[in-house]
């Protein structure tokens, strides 16, 4: 293993995951789905959420926490509207059949809204929006998560990072996407500092009497016995806003389960109240909205991109050379990363080594 991080061509690592994932028993169809979905976190620079996660998947399956085949019932149907049972399998695969179906949903009758109950982690919240952009439409994607945010003037973790995701298309060479949790940060982020052995801001965390804290060192593990909490957006109390990022995670939850009666807040944990392993029964909603059951295309998109351009034209703080608009950053740096390689940190070459072992992946050589 490198002590520094090194840079792995993008093909070679989809590569890789599409074989380990196939080693894990799923299927090879549905390992190239999950494997686009994480490279495409690692391509837009959101590496908590990518080939990072890989190993973290293994175990969950290796612990029977979720399932490699992924069978989805349909519970209800309409024209509009569709209610789905993930199975407790991968969310990956979960998440980009509801949203194909959203969107076909849409094509038909302009709007397509898809409620899902018994899923897993699906990834990077942005990629399914973005499905619909891709299509000429307005997405969304928003998901609840396993309980690690605590509620304006609270303690305990109650709510997920639930993240919100949108994205529109526009006459620009990207679309507007917007993706981001609902809390300060993602869980994801501490996860990073924990392997680079480093602290997180001040602000991010808080423990049972409200005070700060940043070693993250057992920090995940001290918020899943419900000891320590992130912030939501806006942080502690309402000076600042906290209640509006309290406020918009309250709607992810209601959205991500109240649609389909499903699981929610302290029930989305990955041990019963006997302490035995169970499936962690997460939700997502989805919703394809068709641009052209409102205007002409071009018209949307023109009228999007000039909001776009004209935010970026706006007066910058002195010291600054640019405004950047939702979805731009996400762009470049995946032109970036397909010339450069994704950058492999040593913490996660040693889950990548250890995983190729384990799966006895023996024909991939990532270069550390």
Request: hydrophobic letters at 40%; a neutral charge.
């Amino acid at each position: 293993m490198s002590e520094k991080s090194v840079y792995v061509p993008v093909q070679k690592l989809v590569d890789f995951m599409v074989e380990a994932l196939v080693a894990m028993k799923v299927p090879q169809d549905e390992s190239k789905i999950i494997a686009d979905v994480l490279i495409t976190s690692d391509l837009w620079g959101v590496r908590s959420h990518g080939i990072a996660h890989l190993k973290m998947y293994y175990e969950r399956m290796r612990r029977g926490l979720q399932l490699p085949i992924t069978n989805i019932t349909v519970v209800k149907d309409t024209p509009t509207t569709a209610v789905l049972d993930g199975g407790n399998g991968m969310g990956m695969v979960v998440g980009y059949k509801a949203m194909n179906m959203a969107i076909e949903k849409a094509r038909k009758f302009g709007l397509g809204a898809v409620a899902v109950r018994n899923s897993s982690h699906y990834g990077v919240a942005g990629y399914y929006p973005l499905m619909a952009a891709k299509e000429g439409m307005f997405g969304m994607s928003v998901t609840n998560a396993h309980p690690s945010t605590a509620p304006t003037f609270g303690t305990r973790p109650m709510l997920g990072t639930n993240p919100i995701a949108v994205a529109a298309p526009t006459d620009e060479e990207f679309p507007y996407m917007f993706d981001a949790a609902t809390s300060v940060a993602p869980r994801g982020k501490i996860e990073i500092a924990a392997r680079a052995s480093k602290p997180v801001p001040e602000g991010w965390v808080v423990n049972q009497e409200g005070v700060s804290v940043t070693d993250s060192n057992n920090m995940i593990k001290e918020m899943d016995l419900g000891n320590v909490a992130l912030l939501p957006v806006g942080g502690m109390g309402e000076l600042m806003g906290g209640h509006k990022g309290y406020g918009l995670s309250t709607l992810v939850e209601i959205l991500s389960a109240s649609f389909q009666n499903g699981t929610y807040l302290w029930g989305l944990t990955d041990t019963d109240a006997e302490g035995k392993p169970q499936f962690l029964r997460i939700g997502h909603f989805f919703l394809a909205m068709n641009v052209e059951f409102f205007l002409p295309l071009a018209e949307f998109k023109k009228v999007t991109g000039n909001i776009m351009r004209e935010l970026r034209e706006s007066p910058k703080v002195p010291g600054q050379s640019r405004i950047y608009t939702a979805g731009e950053k996400e762009y470049y740096n995946t032109q970036r990363v397909q010339s450069e390689g994704v950058e492999i940190t040593p913490g996660v070459q040693k889950a990548l080594q250890a995983l190729q072992q384990e799966l006895k992946l023996a024909g991939h050589d990532l270069g550390f």
